[in-house]
């Protein structure tokens, strides 16, 4: 079964998947399985254990279950100065 969900790239992923949102139908369960696909999807370079998770806007386990329409963001570490 395919479920639709909203995509957000920032920073390092923005650049590594040449777009900063998109939204796509998936088969994914969990942000864990979805950040699998987009990663062979889009070559996304930057492994899992460096990023966070955020569905609909806020923070949560990489095994949550998605349901359609929900937003997802990986957030991969930022840099300050």
Known sequence: ???TVHVQYFAALR???GRSAESIAT???TPR???VELRRRHGLAL???LLRVA???E???WERRLVEGDRVVFIPPVAGG
Do not use: W
């Open 1 to 3: 079964m395919s479920t």
């Open 15 to 17: 650049e590594q998947a």
């Open 27 to 29: 088969s994914a369960a």
């Open 33 to 35: 399985e979805l950040y």
């Open 47 to 49: 492994p899992e254990s």
């Open 55 to 57: 569905v609909n806007e």
């Open 59 to 61: 923070f949560c386990d």
